[in-house]
């Protein structure tokens, strides 16, 4: 496998920042289309950037880390970037595009091999639910598919080792329901094992509350395609693959398993959500219908849940909402129209931007790409901590507001109202214009990121005033009964839907949720907005606030912090609450929750100034302890004192040491831990945010840090620190919890070759 072919990454501003990848295999085409710094940072190859002068305040080590980040802008004014993590998504890429006759470039295929085999667990040999995560039987099992379909003999050393542990920890029907869905889809699974996914579902009356366009929006988007197939019992034809794979997967023979007994058979490292009783029984009921379902009535469900595949495709560009129902979504539109259709062609051209190359291989991202996302925070961050200012820092700015311009979705989606869609026009998604989603928080961070670059005296005013407010009306429609603000769409569906939650690898799927995160950048994001057009719709605008701020009072913790949900973890959302707190004059000496929030973070600094939580805090819901101190985490613990108006220098002052010893001499700093969560269980990485929150945090510090020592009524700086013990953990209903350990995981990275 070293002997690779370069590769490069390709951009179209015409697409607003999609970005795939592309292999050199002559020296002329090297010549041609040489490798940019940003090919070379992905790729984990030197860039041979220069030392930049060592920092003498926070101030400068910031702009240090500009200077390098502006080397990884791409010409179209994002910022590129791995949106990897979850180890269910690349099987899902391998597994839909054999079974729709749909190949890889050898080189893409070597480099998937290279990805699965430098993931793979040391010490077991097997693959997690996210790439820091313990062996799973969801992990290694489709992972050892994977692997086999590209072409790694059983025999060989990787592939032996993970058969033992899939062996070891019960075989492939103790696979989560995820799982079996995919091997069924591969013909090395019975779909009689598999619990019933209905299509006629979408033929019940819409009032119904538990119809699935009440579902929580990535949930229904797998389910459309989930349940056509199911409908339809879509299998590959048998190949010698497949009957080998019959044999590799299971510990006893294949063809004498009775499937209907493992329909509840899931492996116990897999199992965060237990199936309700409801739900239990609601499948038996589901079951007793699937023997004897009525030909014209199947028929009809699969013919709607088709329609609603088309409808999202075309919606999307042929991204889809995610890399789940992408896939599955090809694999439907092939059985139905061919190799020969528009739909395999649009299907193929943009599986491309889900297949990102970094230094251990190719893997499929969590969509297709977080753009959005990473240039608004990094925007913000020049703007606030007054880089802006300098003349070399202004260009790279102008090119973001570019990207920016064209990122905006102008418009509600082709297919919208029949396609459960919420508006769209005026939103920013988290990825591209292209995908089309609205994303509360994406739009909040958006709005924020161009209006402040559209105030700067060299910035064009490129997003008219129309399009801001068209911006503010999509985010106020978003606002639910309690002042909170969910993900995509506000709560369709009632709470006791994740009661038939069937994926038990996740939580807090069934609906959508409203989150501290998502509401912080909402409502700010109308702060800013409201001060520089006071004239449209500030009562709405003032109400929105008063609410929000009052979910988020509820939301708060008993020891002061919020839960993330999109980060990890207490960190993370806390520093977005109290930014929202901020706004309405609630500060550590001016509010009781802002005290009992720096405080309680003050308490898990530790001895070396930083702070560090392992994703285990998001599946444990309780503060749990990474085995080492993480950069990230450190500047949202230290932005939240600063949003707080904490009085004491010492623990920011000890953070941004920390933060500044960890610079690396070109103004980089290294990749530490993953940083992203969802759904409570899985992590995804997030590896922007190692630029994008040193330079905000450093550059805040500096001015923050030099008006405390400025303030004569400031009686030292000192304040307590160290660890908190004992029951670190209280839930929102006042139930006290022990406290939690990390686990170490100790992830092969194998080599880097190219």
Known sequence: MDSTPSPIMSYSPLAGGRHTWHYLKSEQEANEWPQTTLDKFWLGLPTNLPELPKA???????????????????????????????????????????????????????EMIRYLFNRANPQDGG??????????????????????????????????????????????????????????????????????????????????????????????????????????????????????????????????????????????????????????????????YESCTLPPLRKAACNRAYHLIVLEDENTGYQTLGPVSKMMNLVARVHVEGRDSKAYRLHK???????????????????????????????????????????????????????LEKAQILENPRHFATSYRHATKGAWGFSTKEQGYTVSDCTGEGLKATLYIQDLPFAPKLVPERRLCDAVDVMLSLQNPGGGFASYEVIRGPAWLELINPAEVFADIMIEYTYPECTTSV??????????????????????????????????????????????????ATQFALESLSLVGETYETSAAAKKACDYLVSKQRADGGWGESYKTCEQMKWVEHAETQMVQTCWAAMSLMYAKYPYAEPIEKAVRLVMDRQLPDGSWPQEAIEGVFNKTC???????????????????????????SRAKVNGNGHPNGHANGDDYVNPNGKAEGNGNANGNGLLNGHNGH
Request: aromatic share 14%; with cysteine; glycine share 8%.
């Open 683 to 709: 992590a995804i990485a997030y590896p922007n945010f190692k630029f994008s929150f040193p330079i905000w945090m450093l550059g805040k510090a500096h001015t923050y840090l030099l008006e405390l020592s």
């Open 349 to 403: 051209e943009k599986r491309l931007d889900f297949m990102w190359i970094g230094d251990e291989g190719m893997m499929m991202t969590g969509t297709n790409g977080s753009q959005l996302w990473d240039v608004g925070f990094i925007t913000q961050a020049v703007v606030e901590t007054g880089l802006v200012k300098r003349p070399e820092n202004q260009e790279s700015l102008f090119h973001a507001l570019t990207w």
């Open 56 to 110: 003498r305040d926070p101030l400068e080590a910031a702009q240090n880390g500009y200077t390098f980040y502006k080397h990884l802008q791409a010409h179209d004014g994002h910022w590129p970037g791995e949106y990897g993590g979850p180890m269910f998504l690349l099987p899902g890429l391998v597994i839909g595009s054999y079974v729709s006759g749909m190949g890889f470039e050898e080189e893409e295929r070597l």
């Open 127 to 288: 693959w997690g639910i996210h790439v820091e995560g313990q062996s799973t039987m969801f992990g290694t099992a489709l992972n050892y598919v994977a692997l086999r379909i590209l072409g790694v003999d059983r025999e060989h050393p990787v592939c032996v080792k993970a058969r033992g542990i899939l062996h070891k920890l019960g075989g492939a029907t103790a696979s989560p329901a995820w799982g079996k869905f995919w091997l069924a889809i591969l013909n090395v699974y019975d779909w009689e094992g598999l619990n019933p996914i209905p299509p006629e579902l979408w033929l019940l009356p819409e009032s119904l509350p538990f119809h699935p366009h009440k579902w929580w929006i990535h949930t229904r988007t797998v389910y459309v395609p989930m349940s056509y197939l199911y409908g339809i019992k879509f299998k590959a034809e048998e190949n010698d693959l497949i009957l080998s794979l019959r044999e590799e997967l299971y510990t006893q023979c294949y063809y004498s398993i009775y499937w209907p007994s493992h329909r509840n058979n899931i492996c116990e490292r897999d199992l965060y959500s237990p199936h309700s009783v409801i739900y239990d029984v609601a499948n038996v009921v589901l079951s007793g």
């Open 523 to 572: 409502i700010t994001a109308l702060s800013h907005f409201r001060k520089r057009y006071p004239h449209y719709r500030s009562k709405d605008i003032d109400r929105t606030i008063k609410d929000a701020v009052v979910y988020l009072h509820k939301a708060q913790y008993p020891q002061g912090v919020w839960l993330g949900s999109w980060g990890i973890c207490f960190t993370y």
